[in-house]
């Protein structure tokens, strides 16, 4: 038996994988025929089967049928690493420290300098800093660590698909509450907070937010964003801000961070620094 990865569709390999049609043992020999056949005995996850393609995939498709199309699918920067990254790189390859396992939070100099970034930048002191294989795996983590199955995530749309991806691949796509949206704004519907976000009511685990937003680039004021933490706060729900785009702000608008024990947020070198492909921990 066999996997075949068909590639002929211009998708990632995980989207289309072609299953041995299993024969049912009950065979005639002598026609040569198979009397029927049963379902493959190779199954994905129905978690796996709950996922819609990724945006980007469909993207990939819709391109390889129209070439003169301009895909804004993916946040990929058109600016090289700095130059100091790029030598720093060079130089660090050749290290004996670079090719064993380091520590599972980081290695203690970045984190150090990325804790004085967080609090110089985004005013955030005190605060605990892991370092990650990118930023979608960072949401993974928090994922992992503090959502069950049947737990309620808030998320609103348009969504960052990777996101929802991941609660699905958890096993929680049924659980995925999709929030109202200020038509006129494109921002969470503050009057819905107020009433779904209810103190004791203890429905919802986790709300996640993109600020700036993915894919719609809007930004939430300091304001709304404080009180959104405040009705998590108040509500036990814990609050996940990914600010991947924190530098992409223009004119008179300014990215805000809130913080609190139940807030976590997710930040990243590779749009502003153009590493969407490095790995860095």
């Not at 211009?10 to 379902?39: E, F, K, N």
């Not at 796509?173 to 038509?183: C, M, Q, R």
């Not at 004021?221 to 990914?242: F, H, K, M, N, R």
Request: glycine fraction near 8%; hydrophobic fraction near 40%.
């Amino acid at each position: 038996a066999a996997c075949l990865i068909d590639r002929a569709s211009h998708t990632d390999p995980i989207d289309r994988v072609m299953l041995p049609q299993q024969t049912d043992p009950a065979h005639d020999a002598g026609s040569g025929q198979a009397q029927g056949t049963m379902p493959p005995l190779f199954q994905v996850s129905k978690r796996i089967q709950s996922c819609p393609d990724p945006v980007v995939a469909l993207t990939k498709r819709f391109m390889a049928l129209r070439p003169d199309a301009l895909s804004l699918g993916q946040g990929v920067v058109y600016w090289q690493p700095p130059p100091e990254a790029l030598q720093a790189a060079v130089s660090a390859v050749s290290l004996p420290a670079a090719s064993l396992y380091g520590p599972n939070e980081g290695l203690p100099e970045l984190r150090a300098a990325l804790r004085e970034k967080v609090a110089h930048v985004n005013g955030l002191n005190e605060h605990e800093i892991c370092v990650t294989h990118g930023a979608q795996q960072a949401f993974i983590n928090i994922a992992i660590s503090l959502v069950d199955e049947d737990s309620e995530v808030i998320m609103f749309k348009p969504v960052y698909f990777d996101h929802m991806m991941t609660i699905a691949q958890l096993g929680g796509s049924a659980h995925i509450t999709w929030g109202e949206v200020d038509p006129a704004t494109l921002r969470p519907s503050m009057p819905w907070l107020r009433r779904h976000l209810v103190p004791g009511s203890k429905g919802s685990r986790l709300l996640v937010l993109c600020n700036p937003c993915n894919p719609t680039g809007v930004m939430i004021p300091e304001a709304e964003l404080q009180e959104i933490s405040d009705l998590c706060a108040a509500a036990g729900v814990w609050l996940v801000i990914d600010e991947t785009y924190e530098d992409f702000v223009w004119g008179k608008h300014e990215h805000h961070c809130v913080s609190g024990p139940h807030v976590l947020h997710i930040f990243s070198f590779s749009k502003a620094y153009g590493m969407m492909g490095w790995r860095a921990g």
